[in-house]
């Protein structure tokens, strides 16, 4: 069983940066990989990025690379995500979720691929 909760969110104005992180409890945390997700208003989830469990092999969805940063401290049970260069499209609630699988496969983009959830934290990107 892994629990996991986000924080970091809030308001902040195109352009700038937030962290956003993830704290997880128990002991599976540190074998998987996690993803962050992030749903906007009227909208489907979507994924966002994912780091392997050793923090080796991370991803990106193509509108956030080179503006958001994935990594993980195993020893804190935590994962980030640095997002630099803000833009309203980036507005959505954010989640974080751990991969079910123990390979780093090609599912990894995938929500019905990550098992378990955090309940979410807001960011929201002001024009």
């Known amino acids: 069983q892994v629990q996991l909760v986000e924080s970091g969110g809030g308001l902040v104005q195109a352009g700038g940066s937030l962290r956003l992180s993830c704290a997880a409890s128990?002991?599976?945390?540190?074998?998987?990989?996690v993803g962050w997700f992030r749903q906007a208003q009227g909208k489907e989830r979507e994924f966002v990025a994912v780091i392997s469990w050793a923090g080796g092999s991370t991803e990106y969805e193509d509108s956030v690379k080179g503006r958001f940063t994935i990594s993980r401290d195993n020893a804190k049970n935590r994962v980030y995500l640095q997002m630099n260069s803000l833009r309203p499209e980036d507005t959505a609630v954010y989640y974080c979720a751990t991969f079910r699988y123990p390979n780093f496969d090609g599912t990894r983009r995938l929500e019905g691929s990550y098992d378990y959830w955090g309940q979410g934290t807001q960011v929201t990107v002001s024009s």
């Open positions: 128990g002991r599976a945390f540190s074998s998987r990989a």
